[in-house]
T-cell receptor, first 113, second 114 residues
Framework: GNSVTQMEGPVTLSEEAFLTINCTYTATGYPSLFWYVQYPGEGLQLLLKATKADDKGSNKGFEATYRKETTSFHLEKGSVQVSDSAVYFCALSDVVRNNDMRFGAGTRLTVKP | SAVISQKPSRDICQRGTSLTIQCQVDSQVTMMFWYRQQPGQSLTLIATANQGSEATYESGFVIDKFPISRPNLTFSTLTVSNMSPEDSSIYLC???????????FGPGTRLTVT
């Protein structure tokens, strides 16, 4: 079945450091890929998405490219801020088959001033 | 986009009792989902709830324990029955936007069973 493997956390960075959170997936069909963010005490918010190979999703300085050859969707940001501290979830959804979403384990990011 | 609300936002319940969680969407959606997020863990899909049909449960989840209703295109409920401390978790509902294929999530219901 479909699944997502995400880099284990926690990750601690200093402000303005470069961020990479790795995500790889296993899927049959043609999944869409997503990154969700969960700030402390809040629900999940969609951060960015990509629906087909070579698509790049971007939002709030974060970006991720759908790489079919490496089955990856790594999240990157060039300069993190304290306000980026949150848990980040990689997810996939097969919109052709059943639309239910499979989540990675989540990566907790802490950014220190 | 869709805005989703859940009630209650949190509750503390005694073992052996049941709690019904309500999920309201501000627009009509075909597919809704219920997830569980145990402390410090990722999200696990409980079931898919489509209007006009029985909910489809994932492995490890059964209707007797987690009955779901989906009476119309904007509303769903999840009941956690005969609760035990192991049911302490955050329960989230989500709705699928068929145009964008994005899932929108409610704020979650934090359940503690004592």
């Amino acid at each position: 079945g479909n699944s997502v493997t995400q880099m284990e956390g926690p990750v601690t960075l200093s402000e303005e450091a470069f961020l990479t959170i790795n995500c790889t997936y296993t899927a049959t069909g043609y999944p869409s890929l997503f990154w969700y963010v969960q700030y402390p005490g809040e629900g999940l918010q969609l951060l960015l998405k990509a629906t087909k190979a070579d698509d790049k999703g971007s939002n709030k300085g974060f970006e991720a490219t759908y790489r079919k050859e490496t089955t990856s969707f790594h999240l990157e940001k060039g300069s993190v801020q304290v306000s980026d501290s949150a848990v980040y979830f990689c997810a996939l959804s097969d919109v052709v088959r059943n639309n239910d979403m499979r989540f990675g384990a989540g990566t907790r990011l802490t950014v220190k001033p | 986009s869709a805005v989703i609300s859940q009630k209650p936002s949190r509750d503390i319940c005694q073992r052996g009792t049941s709690l019904t969680i309500q999920c309201q969407v501000d627009s009509q959606v075909t597919m809704m989902f219920w997830y569980r997020q145990q402390p410090g863990q990722s999200l696990t899909l409980i079931a898919t709830a489509n209007q006009g049909s029985e909910a489809t449960y994932e492995s490890g989840f059964v209707i007797d324990k987690f009955p779901i209703s989906r009476p119309n295109l904007t509303f769903s409920t999840l009941t956690v029955s005969n609760m035990s401390p192991e049911d302490s978790s955050i329960y989230l509902c989500s709705a699928l936007d068929r145009d964008s294929y994005e899932q929108y999530f409610g704020p979650g219901t934090r359940l503690t069973v004592t």
